[in-house]
């Protein structure tokens, strides 16, 4: 039943991430699914595709770590209410 609600919580909470310097914005649900990405328009240019694609991959990888530390939060915070050692 905790296990449930915290999955239902975690979908329904965002982190944002972004990399060079906002150049790249990638939001993420808690549950670890990419919401969006929002790319700023001055990066984007025939020239540029390789620096594009490192700054979309540096935004979606922290954005997934967020979400993965928001899921670990809120299960020791469940897991601290309920008295289990180590939490």
């Given at each position: 039943k905790n296990v449930k609600k915290i999955q239902?919580?975690?979908?329904?909470?965002?982190v944002e991430c972004s990399s060079g310097g906002d150049a790249v914005t990638v939001v993420a649900a808690g549950d670890g699914t990419v919401r969006s990405i929002r790319i700023n328009p001055e990066v984007v240019s025939a020239d540029r595709t390789a620096k594009l694609e490192s700054l979309v991959l540096a935004a979606v990888s922290g954005a997934?770590?967020?979400a993965r530390d928001l899921g670990a939060e809120e299960v020791s915070k469940v897991a601290a209410g309920l008295g289990l050692p180590g939490m």
């Open positions: 239902s919580g975690l979908a329904r909470k965002t997934l770590k967020k």
